[in-house]
């Protein structure tokens, strides 16, 4: 087993090594230094580690790791370990031992993250016909839709109409909604 840690910043682009036997997996913590606690992780290859601790970084903050991770992201220290497995054993027998311990982040035994008597998208989840209903309703309602989810859309709207497209009648640069009016309309002189 070979051990080594990484600063966070290292270059995501090391190329996945392989041993003998195949692929090997990289079993991480990031451990807090101010508190002692830990996150158990694991990932398939160098590239696929350095993405998981980007992921962590920047993705929502829905459990402790990751508030305290992005709330002082410099006081972490990620270390990792080789091994000639192709599945996350070793990382499934940490977290036999440590899940559930007050210094141990992981809330979940299992590796995938899933939570015993709570489905998972991908792992048998189905919402009722009932929620569905809801669901489509509440997509239909502007105003009910989150704050951060507006934003989105907006910059994701801003974003494409900033790329100007020329009509391809008549040359003209606009931006996407407005050149399928204009296409459809009467003011395009190519026509």
Known sequence: ??????????SPYNAPRFTPGGFFMITY???NTKTG???IGSARSYAHY????????VNKPYSDFRKDLQADPLAFKWEYSEDDLDTPDFEAALLAIYCGSSWCYNISPYTNGSVPG????GYGWSHSEETRQKMSESAKRPEAQPTYKKEAQSRA???TNAKKQP???CGMLMNVGNLTKHLKGTRCKGK
């Open 1 to 10: 087993m070979i051990t080594g840690s990484l600063p966070v910043f290292s």
């Open 29 to 31: 913590t990031a451990t």
């Open 37 to 39: 606690k830990f996150y």
């Open 50 to 57: 350095m993405a998981r601790i980007g992921q962590h970084h």
């Open 118 to 121: 709570r489905a998972q998208r």
């Open 157 to 159: 709207v801003s974003a």
């Open 167 to 169: 009509c391809p009648q």
